[in-house]
């Protein structure tokens, strides 16, 4: 009796394979697995930014006029006016060439004494040239709003040269602080504060006189 229950299970058991091969053929939804490769990879739809680079000029000349005032030891403060030209050596170093001319009030003892002259009317012109070196010690920013950014540089500059005064010339070294604001890339602004520093014996005794200016120029770079 088990031996005939055994039989009839092997022979239902094969004959239900062929019906189960015909169903995973034709059953619909039924997919064969795929290899995963390198197109199963998910790649980041990344948008890129336009990037523009700055459009400041690379000219390392610049060249302008000043106006300010000068204060000449013992002949008053009157205005000042001039031109300068540099050449931007490195980013830190520039060489500055500069000449300023100025017309001279009387001094006091001119004013008190009513009609003494120190020195004649035709000579009270002073006119200086120089030569100085310039060294960049703070580049920053200025905002101005939410919308606009300017360039900006505090220098230290000091130089020689010679300044013709009173039917005299006297050598002459000076030595300041400046900033420079770039309102464009190719123009900008200069607030600068100088002594020029020379011996006289205009007054009788010689003595090192400071002469001090300051002046606001306007410059180009070319």
């Known amino acids: 009796m088990e031996?005939?229950?055994k039989r009839i299970f092997l022979i239902a058991l094969a004959s239900s394979l062929p019906a189960l091969s015909i169903a995973e053929t034709v059953l619909p939804g039924y997919d064969e697995p795929e290899d995963e490769g390198l197109d199963s990879i998910v790649l980041p739809d990344l948008q890129r930014r336009t990037i523009d680079e700055s459009d400041?000029?690379?000219e390392d000349f610049e060249i302008g006029g000043f106006g300010g005032v000068m204060n000449v030891e013992d002949f008053g403060s009157n205005p000042v006016a001039g031109v300068r030209l540099a050449y931007h050596a490195t980013e830190d170093f520039f060489m500055e060439a500069s000449y300023g001319f100025t017309e001279t009030s009387e001094t006091s003892f001119e004013k008190l004494s009513g009609?003494?002259?120190?020195?004649?009317?035709d000579d009270r012109e002073l006119t200086y040239y120089n030569l100085s070196v310039g060294y960049n010690i703070f580049p920053g920013e200025v905002f101005i709003g939410d919308d606009f950014a300017f360039?900006?540089?505090l220098y230290l500059i000091g130089g020689a040269g010679n300044t013709d005064f009173a039917g005299d010339s006297f050598f002459t070294y000076n030595f300041g602080l400046g900033i420079r604001f770039f309102a464009t890339d190719w123009f900008s602004l200069h607030f600068d504060v100088r002594d020029h520093v020379f011996n006289t014996d205009l007054l009788g005794a010689e003595e090192t006189t400071h002469n001090l200016e300051s002046h606001i120029s306007a410059t180009l770079f070319f």
């Open 3 to 5: 031996s005939r229950t």
């Open 56 to 58: 400041i000029d690379t």
């Open 115 to 121: 009609s003494a002259q120190l020195i004649p009317d």
């Open 151 to 153: 360039n900006t540089t």
